[in-house]
């Protein structure tokens, strides 16, 4: 069964920082894709990243772009979503998929989600 697990959101002030972690099992990490997605109260989910299966192609939506950076360890079975310079329109559910498109930022690209963990933006 596969298996994502995000973690690190939390409440943070605007301009400051999170590092949000997924951590995968049950399947073969190593040949997938993985996407980060958001979802503020009221919206439809929203791509936000990805990050291919060896790391070396990574896309992000121009909102986030320069802010936040995403990364994976293989070794470790781990992907994370560093976030900087967070704006309170960054608040959101944000989820982790694994797929076996290379590098997508459609939710159809994604077989497999985490629960999701919670960024909460203001003073």
């Known amino acids: 069964q596969l298996q994502l697990v995000e973690s690190g959101g939390g409440l943070v002030q605007p301009g400051g920082s999170l590092r949000l972690s997924c951590a995968a099992s049950?399947?073969?990490?190593?040949?997938?894709?993985i996407g980060w997605f958001r979802q503020a109260i009221g919206t439809e989910r929203e791509a936000v990243a990805c990050?291919?299966?060896?790391?070396?192609?990574?896309n992000y939506v121009d909102a986030v772009k320069g802010r936040f950076t995403t990364s994976r360890d293989n070794a470790k079975n781990m992907v994370y979503l560093q976030m900087n310079s967070l704006k309170p329109e960054d608040s959101a559910v944000y989820y982790c998929?694994?797929?076996?498109?290379?590098?997508?930022?459609?939710?159809?690209?994604?077989?497999?989600w985490g629960q999701g963990t919670e960024v909460f933006v203001s003073t």
């Open positions: 990050v291919s299966r060896n790391g070396d192609l990574r």
């Open positions: 998929a694994a797929g076996h498109v290379p590098c997508g930022l459609l939710e159809i690209d994604y077989d497999s």
């Open positions: 049950g399947f073969t990490f190593r040949d997938s894709g």
